[in-house]
């Protein structure tokens, strides 16, 4: 029987496509499944990477789920992910119609997911959980008490509590710059101590199976553009392996996932995480950290035996464009 995987919302995600399909085709070269992609857009260049591609309504549309479940039972899906954060909350508030035609959600369960997307659930877990992250407010008024106290300074970093892809993010310096980002704005913006040091990433995949953290990558973040990761290098620390298998068990993640922290005085602070594939997972990849392969595993019942840090240190990744083209006919 064939393996197939569904990627939702593809968008400029070719390697994801590629990866998957790798991870899809045995030692002799043939292939064990297929890679099926969707997108609301017939212009979003991964879906012509995949064997298959199914244009899809806009996932807020009205009956957006049955149309996902219909393809998943016409091309035999085994697993379906998405590489977007509203639509993770979405699969997994469904998975149960997903299991009842033998497909598995390859992501985490839903109040996870939601406590993923808003960054005040996040930190108020991490606190209570006694990690470190950075001191947050959502109450300027509070922020404010404690500024006079001297329990926070300036500068402070303000973002959406629903924030995504780096929109709408400041440094602030000052009351007055404070207080006019709050009445500029109609979505909820928190305040959050502002860290200064290094900027980590990690990627990390769950045993779907054992729910046993089997592989983690670690990279330092050398330059981010458009909020993602542009340049970077890997690197490995037992003791933070360590902070992140134990974060990951107690918070109760499944699957992939990405995970933003900060070195501040050899000091990690854990800021978010985004329970999917990152837009930096080539960089795993390339370096051996193969999660497609994972994730097949699990679809076939196998369970993956712990496997961390199992890279090389000192290994770059530069991103650059690429450009795709097709005439009208293939579209
Ligand atoms: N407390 C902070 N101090 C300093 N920089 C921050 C802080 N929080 C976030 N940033 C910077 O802003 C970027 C975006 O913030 P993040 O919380 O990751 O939101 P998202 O990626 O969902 O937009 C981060 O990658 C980091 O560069
Ligand atoms: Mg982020």
Redesign the pocket.
């Known amino acids: 029987m064939s393996t197939n995987v569904l990627v939702l919302s593809a968008g400029t995600r070719n390697k994801i496509i590629q990866y998957f399909k790798m991870a899809l085709t045995d030692k002799s070269g043939k292939r064990i499944g297929n890679v099926i992609a969707t997108d609301m857009s017939e212009l979003a260049p991964s879906v012509y990477e995949a064997d298959k591609f199914y244009k899809v309504p806009r996932m807020t549309a009205d009956g957006y789920i049955d149309v996902i479940l219909d393809i998943c039972k016409k091309e035999k899906v085994t697993g379906v992910c998405s590489l977007i954060d509203p639509e993770l909350s979405l699969l997994a508030e469904h998975n149960r119609e997903f299991k009842d035609i033998g497909v598995t959600v390859i992501g985490s369960a839903y109040e996870i997911c939601e406590s993923c997307l808003d960054?005040w659930k996040m930190f108020c877990w991490l606190e209570e959980h006694h990690y470190n992250c950075?001191k947050t407010y959502i109450d300027k008024e509070l922020f404010y008490k404690d500024l006079n106290e001297g329990k926070i300074q300036f500068p402070v970093?303000v973002?959406p509590v629903k924030?995504?892809?780096?929109?709408a993010?400041s440094k602030v310096h000052s009351r007055e710059m404070l207080d006019a980002l709050f009445s500029n704005t109609d979505s909820q913006l928190m305040i959050?101590?502002?860290?200064s040091g290094q900027?980590i990433g990690v990627d990390c995949y769950i045993d779907m199976l054992s729910k046993e953290v089997v592989s983690i990558f670690c990279k330092n973040k050398i330059v981010?553009r458009a909020?993602e990761t542009d340049k970077a290098v890997s690197f490995k620390d037992d003791r933070l392996f360590q902070l992140v298998t134990q974060f990951v068990r107690e918070f109760g993640f499944c699957g992939q996932i990405d995970i933003?922290i900060f070195e501040v005085d050899g000091k990690y602070y854990i800021?978010?995480v985004n329970p999917r594939f990152g837009g930096g997972y080539p960089h795993a990849y390339e370096c051996g950290v193969n999660h497609m392969e994972l994730i097949v595993n699990n679809l076939n019942g196998i369970v993956n035996k712990p496997n961390i840090g199992r890279y090389a240190e000192g290994i770059y990744m530069m991103k650059y464009n690429e450009v795709m083209i097709k005439n009208g006919e293939q579209i």
């Open positions: 960054k950075a970093f973002k924030g995504s892809a780096s929109i993010i959050q101590e502002y860290l900027e981010m909020g933003d800021s978010e």
